[in-house]
Each structure stands twice: as structure tokens, then as C-alpha cells.
């Protein structure tokens, strides 16, 4: 009997979804240039699951859309992932990708076609247990 709780809490454990965003970016350049790049949106995030800090901003670059986070900075956690949403509650939402770092400058690609306007907050976002770590309100 204590032989199958042991395997059990080994199963349940190996199956809990780690921290695995790393803690600093890899330094790699980007497609944005900031100083060739057309500001549309900027907001500040607020952390809702812990402390998160830092600026939120979309670009639009020869046509191409970024989400900038600089600076930035958050608690790790599991599954994190870069939303835009059109609501505050991310009901209607693109994912952009897997958060890059907890801190440190990071750049995503909107998908082309998106309709910047209608989208009017950044997440980051923990997929697996559907989350809300911070939230910035572009404006």
C-alpha cells in the first residue's frame, strides 16, 4: 500500500507544470527598431497574481505590429504566455507566445491582419491554470 501512494505522489508530482520562463533573455536581435517604428499604444502593467512592473507598448513598424515589454519585470510561474485581448478579462484574445524572460526586454509579433485598435490590453497570461499574472491597459 505504501508502495502505490509513493508511485502516485512520483505520477502526480512529474505532472505538475514547472517555472520554466527564464529569468533573463537571450540577448538576440529583434525585428523592431524603436527608432524607426511608429508608437500606437502604451500602458503600465499591474501585477494580479503577484508582483509584476514595467511598460507595455505597440509598435507598427513598414506595416509589421510589435508588443514591446521595456522594461519588465515578474514572478515566475507555470505555462506563461504573451496575450493581447480586446477585454480586460482576455475573453477575446491572440496569443502572441511564451513569455521569453521574467525580466528584460522583449519583443512579439502581432499576426498580420490584426486589427491593433481593437485590442486594448497586454497579458501575461498562465495557460495552464487559465491565470491572469499581470495586465497593462494600451491606450
Not at 515566475?76 to 521569453?100: E, F, H, M, T, W
Amino acid at each position: 500500500m505504501k508502495l502505490l501512494i509513493l508511485i502516485a505522489f512520483v505520477i502526480i508530482a512529474s505532472c505538475t507544470p514547472q517555472n520554466t520562463t527564464p529569468s533573463v533573455p537571450v540577448t538576440k536581435p529583434t525585428a523592431l527598431d524603436t527608432t524607426k517604428a511608429q508608437l500606437l499604444k502604451k500602458g503600465m502593467f499591474i501585477g494580479l497574481d503577484g508582483p509584476t512592473s514595467g511598460t507595455a507598448s505597440i509598435y507598427d513598424q513598414a506595416g509589421s505590429k510589435y508588443v514591446l515589454l521595456n522594461p519588465f519585470e515578474s514572478h515566475n510561474g507555470p505555462d506563461l504566455k504573451v496575450y493581447i485581448s480586446k477585454d480586460i478579462n482576455a475573453n477575446d484574445y491572440i496569443r502572441l507566445g511564451n513569455l521569453q524572460a521574467t525580466s528584460g526586454r522583449q519583443v512579439y509579433s502581432v499576426p498580420s491582419g490584426t486589427t491593433i485598435a481593437d485590442f486594448n490590453y497586454v497579458h501575461i497570461w498562465c495557460q495552464a491554470y487559465s491565470v491572469d499574472f499581470a495586465r497593462a491597459e494600451v491606450k
